[in-house]
């Protein structure tokens, strides 16, 4: 469902000029697609959509044409230190715990990380689990991601 929403709202914002977050709730619900202000927040997040101009002085969401940098280390280094709480490991997974509704972000930033020892994350609302290899590597994310968030 999601990926399917996030496909729809970069199709919109590609065909219309949406300004507002209400206007692409808007443009979703006449696709028949059910969202809340809340959820319409996080997907533009998480699609790291950005206001550009259009004509007349107004702006426009976009896609940014940056994707390949968006998580630079000073991105990644604000995004955790204002949204991860904690993190430890048992063997080879790391579990990082986040303030509420953040865990789908630092998750996708962790995917997009070039720390090659993370295979893959699992992310719900406020938890993570990612998975690391070898398993001795696993105490290093957590190193790493403690003095992100200090």
Do not use: C
């Amino acid at each position: 469902m999601k990926s399917r929403r996030h496909d729809l709202i970069k199709k919109i914002i590609g065909e219309e000029i949406i300004e507002t977050q209400e206007a692409l709730a808007e443009a979703l619900r006449a696709r028949h697609m059910r969202v809340t202000q809340a959820t319409i927040s996080r997907d533009i997040k998480e699609l790291f959509l950005i206001k550009v101009p259009a004509e007349g002085g107004r702006y426009r969401y976009a896609v940014s044409p940056h994707e390949n940098v968006r998580f630079s280390e000073g991105r990644m280094k604000r995004l955790f230190k204002d949204n991860v709480i904690f993190s430890d490991f048992s063997e080879n997974i790391v579990v990082v715990k986040t303030i509420p509704g953040a865990a789908s972000t630092v998750g996708a930033a962790l995917d997009a990380s070039d720390w090659t020892e993370i295979i893959g994350t699992v992310a719900g609302d406020d938890s993570i689990f990612v998975l690391v290899k070898p398993r001795e590597a696993a105490e290093t994310i957590v190193e790493r991601i403690r003095e992100m968030i200090r």
